[in-house]
């Protein structure tokens, strides 16, 4: 059974930084694109960065682009997301995702199960 496991979520004063992981297992996925995506109550669940399997290509939403750092360890299976600068419209519960080609969209292969970020101003 494949898994992507999200952690590293929490409360955060604006300004501040928080570092989310993603965790997958039951399959490699060293040559899957990772991705992040967020969802605030009351809206669509939108995309916010992905990282080709290689590294090579990432993609960041416009709203965090300088801002989110996304990087991953093949070695570890995992995906990191690093938020700096945070502002409370960040605040959503945030989504791993894993797919076979390039995450430009929410139509992708596997799902975490959301880690909630808020951001107190």
């Known amino acids: 059974q494949v898994n992507l496991v999200e952690s590293g979520g929490g409360l955060v004063q604006a300004g501040g930084s928080l570092r989310l992981s993603c965790a997958a297992s039951?399959?490699?996925?060293?040559?899957?694109?990772m991705g992040w995506f967020r969802q605030a109550p009351g809206k669509e669940r939108e995309f916010v960065a992905a990282i080709s399997w290689s590294g090579s290509m990432i993609y960041y939403a416009d709203s965090v682009r300088g801002r989110f750092t996304i990087s991953r360890d093949n070695a570890g299976n995992t995906v990191y997301l690093q938020m700096n600068s945070l502002k409370s419209e960040d605040t959503a519960v945030y989504y791993c995702?894993?797919?076979?080609?390039?995450?430009?969209?929410?139509?992708?292969?596997?799902w975490g199960q959301g880690t909630q970020v808020t951001v107190s101003s």
């Open positions: 995702a894993a797919h076979k080609t390039m995450i430009t969209t929410t139509a992708v292969d596997y």
């Open positions: 039951g399959r490699t996925f060293t040559r899957d694109a």
